[in-house]
């Protein structure tokens, strides 16, 4: 990357996320962090507009496909702790293999793993 581009780079990681940020505290205020952190994610390691929407599909698709998994598979848990402990380890081990194989498993094993400690008892 040239001098240029990392900084117009930066301006656009600033600007997404200050909008983001306000759209959040309207949304959901009590969880802006999310939202901020999708921004950032999103940006992070792309080069082009290209390989954002990209990641940005990948990102909405892991989101729709991991709540819907984590809801589902932990509801028969009804938080139990054991169960729902070994559905969180299990969520782990799949983020931590599949970070190196595909951005769309991982963050549907991070939202499965989030869905499944949400789900009331």
Do not use: H, K
Not at 49 to 54: M, Q, S
Not at 103 to 116: A, E, H, K, N
Request: hydrophobic share 55%; glycine share 12%.
């Amino acid at each position: 990357m040239t001098s240029g581009s990392w900084r117009r780079r930066a301006v656009q990681v600033a600007v997404a996320s200050g909008a983001v940020l306000v759209a959040a505290q309207f949304l959901a205020g009590e969880r802006w962090y999310w939202a901020v952190g999708t921004g950032w994610w999103i940006f992070a390691n792309t080069a082009s507009r290209g390989e954002t929407l990209v990641r940005d599909f990948y990102r909405v698709l892991g989101t729709a496909t991991g709540i819907a998994v984590g809801f589902l598979v932990a509801i028969p848990f009804g938080g139990a702790p054991v169960g729902t402990g070994l559905l969180v380890a299990v969520c782990a081990f799949g983020v931590s293999y599949a970070a190196a194989v595909s951005y769309t498993w991982t963050i549907f094993f991070v939202l499965s793993r989030c869905g499944s400690v949400r789900v009331p008892a």
